[in-house]
């Protein structure tokens, strides 16, 4: 399995010399099986520079939302798969209790919003709700699960061949309690993170600024670490970064972070290009 991290900027995209180390795209992850399958991770906006790298001769993608809100597809309509004829393209999304996906996702990909409907798109494709019972896409193997992040919203944890990676990029874990739940049955996201070798996971605010935005959905990395470290986790990757931290803001609360806690797993900074291969459990930067 690869990985690699096309947009890890979270609410507002955030282009600029002040981010250009950590980049400024919102969310967006590649998983690649070793058969080719290729999953693509929400559609934030850094979904259109994934989409420049896939050929025409691509059989078949799938991109997985975790929820609808826009940072996490504000990219699709210019995710170039779509804009090709007869590609097979299958979207899938956060079960819902009121309406199917495609009339959610048609409220962004549709006028005043964006010039083309779904039904205009030149390309195959289907719209699915995420089973919330494990399934398979080619040889990988999926359970979603809804998380605590407001409107209904999954993460996603994916293996093959013994590696696993969750993705929990909005997510709050500790909402009501303050601290992560001593029983993991009254932990969110737990059953998902259990155990991966590499969890990809919202770190928004530092500790100081969570009292402030308790149930806007997200994590003070702290809790993010502590989340992790009570499901067993061997690699943490800090992601959904505050549209209003710097690369210096963010290289200061990932190294307090590590200084602070004692914990076994490896954290490593969020960063747009990283790539991570299962074989060796191993990481490379590309920008």
Known sequence: MKIRLWGTRGSLATPGPETVRYGGNTSCVEVVGEDGTRLVLDAGTGIRRLGATLSEESSRVDVLLTHLHMDHIQGLGFFRPLDQPGQD?????????????????????SPPLFPVR??????????????????????????????????PTLGYRISENGFTVAYIPDHEPVLGAGCIAKDRE???????????????????????????????????????????????VRRFVTFHHDPDRDDDALDRMVNEARMALDLEME?????????????????SATM
């Open 118 to 151: 779904l039904k205009e798109l030149p390309c195959r494709l289907t719209l699915h709700e995420a089973p919330l019972e494990p399934f398979e896409i080619g040889a990988l193997r999926i359970e979603a699960a809804l998380v605590c992040h407001p409107g």
């Open 186 to 232: 009254w932990i969110s996201g737990f059953e998902l993170a259990e155990g991966a070798d590499l969890l990809i996971h919202d770190s928004q605010y530092s500790l100081a600024e969570y009292p402030a935005r308790v149930g806007w959905g997200h994590s003070a990395l702290s809790h993010a670490l502590q989340f992790a470290d009570k499901a067993g």
């Open 89 to 109: 393209v299958r979207v899938w999304g956060p079960p819902s209790s009121t309406q199917d996906l495609g009339t959610r996702l048609g409220r962004y990909l």
């Open 267 to 283: 954290i490593v900074a969020g960063t747009e290009g990283l790539q991570f291969e299962s074989e060796s459990v191993a990481f």
